[in-house]
Each structure stands twice: as structure tokens, then as C-alpha cells.
């Protein structure tokens, strides 16, 4: 069993910053690819970075590819998010989810997730 805490989120201006992390405990996270979703008020969750095992592979949605950087340290046991040029449509509440492999921006494929930091980017 694996247990996943976001920290990090807060608010925000627009093009401003902030870092999220994602700690893991129960289990090792390094045998885990590892996702950060988000949700928007009235919105579906949606996939936005996707970091295999090692580190070695990264994949982003199209809003966030070039401001979002995702990145792990398995010794640490943790994983991150940092988001940089904030826009108001980046405010969403943000979640991490493991996977053991599977279609990488698949809710389905994510077997543990976190409850949740909320993100707010004013204009």
C-alpha cells in the first residue's frame, strides 16, 4: 500500500511560481511511475506530467509543456511539480497518483492517488 501527501499548493499571481511536492510512504516510490492530475471547479480531473520510475522519461499536456516541470528524487521518496508562468487556468486542485504501468495520461492506470493541494493563480 502506498500513501501519497501534496503539499505546496497556495496562491498565486499570474506568472508567478509554485512548487509541489508529492511525498510517498508505505512503499517505495522508485518502482513507480508517478502522474500529477489536476481539477478545476466544475471541470473533470485532467492529466498534466507523467515522470517514469527513474526519471529518464517525461511527458507533459500541451497547457503545461515548456512552464511545468516535473521531477522525482527516490531517495526522498518524493516527486514534484514545479510550475512556472502561472496563468488564472492553472487553477485547479492538484493530485499525484502512482502507477505500475498503463496508458500514462489515463486516470485508469493511476492505482494510488493523494487527496489533493489546491492551486489558485489570480489575474
Known amino acids: 500500500q502506498v500513501q501519497l501527501v501534496e503539499s505546496g499548493g497556495g496562491l498565486a499571481q499570474a506568472g508567478g511560481s509554485l512548487r509541489l511536492s508529492c511525498a510517498g510512504s508505505?512503499?517505495?516510490?522508485?518502482?513507480?511511475?508517478m502522474g500529477w492530475f489536476r481539477q478545476a471547479p466544475g471541470k473533470a480531473r485532467e492529466f498534466v506530467a507523467y515522470?517514469?520510475?527513474?526519471?529518464?522519461?517525461?511527458y507533459y499536456a500541451d497547457s503545461v509543456k515548456g512552464r511545468h516541470t516535473i521531477s522525482r528524487d527516490n531517495s526522498k521518496n518524493t516527486v514534484y511539480l514545479q510550475m512556472n508562468s502561472l496563468k488564472p487556468e492553472d487553477t485547479a486542485v492538484y493530485y499525484c497518483?502512482?502507477?505500475?504501468?498503463?496508458?500514462?495520461?489515463?486516470?485508469?492506470?493511476?492505482?494510488?492517488w493523494g487527496q489533493g493541494t489546491q492551486v489558485t493563480v489570480s489575474s
Open positions: 508505505g512503499r517505495t516510490l522508485s518502482t513507480y511511475d
Open positions: 497518483a502512482a502507477s505500475l504501468g498503463g496508458p500514462i495520461t489515463t486516470e485508469t492506470t493511476y492505482h494510488y
Open positions: 515522470i517514469n520510475w527513474s526519471g529518464g522519461s517525461t
